[in-house]
């Protein structure tokens, strides 16, 4: 069975930092490209940060240089640490992991969610 679980979520104030973290169980970690995911209330849930087997990263143009994800394939786990956090940062953060088949299927998890809350 498949688990991503998030940890790292919390109440934080504007300029903050916090590091998500999610371990996966499950799946042969080191083939999965991993991401972090956001969603705002009444928003649609967006990608914040992609990163491959290679460790090659990819982000959302709005938080390239606050936000770096990196991944431990030893630990199975991969982590989000966000710098100078905003108001339009709160949100609930999925992990997310994606294999990609040779012939273009895909397997797709997500984990439960952690709440990243900013507020003075």
């Known amino acids: 069975q498949v688990q991503l679980v998030e940890s790292g979520g919390g109440l934080v104030q504007p300029g903050g930092s916090l590091r998500l973290s999610c371990t996966a169980s499950?799946?042969?970690?080191?083939?999965?490209?991993m991401g972090w995911y956001r969603q705002a209330p009444g928003k649609e849930r967006e990608m914040v940060a992609t990163?491959?087997?290679?460790?090659?990263?990819n982000y959302a143009d709005s938080l390239k240089g606050r936000f770096t994800i990196s991944r431990d394939n030893a630990k199975n786990a991969v982590y989000l640490q966000m710098n100078g956090l905003r108001f339009e940062d709160a949100g609930v953060y999925y992990c997310?992991?994606?294999?990609?088949?040779?012939?273009?299927?895909?397997?797709?998890?997500w984990g439960q969610g952690t709440q990243v809350t900013v507020s003075s």
């Open positions: 990163i491959s087997s290679a460790e090659s990263a």
């Open positions: 997310n992991a994606v294999y990609i088949y040779v012939w273009g299927a895909t397997s797709n998890y």
């Open positions: 499950g799946i042969s970690f080191h083939s999965y490209l």
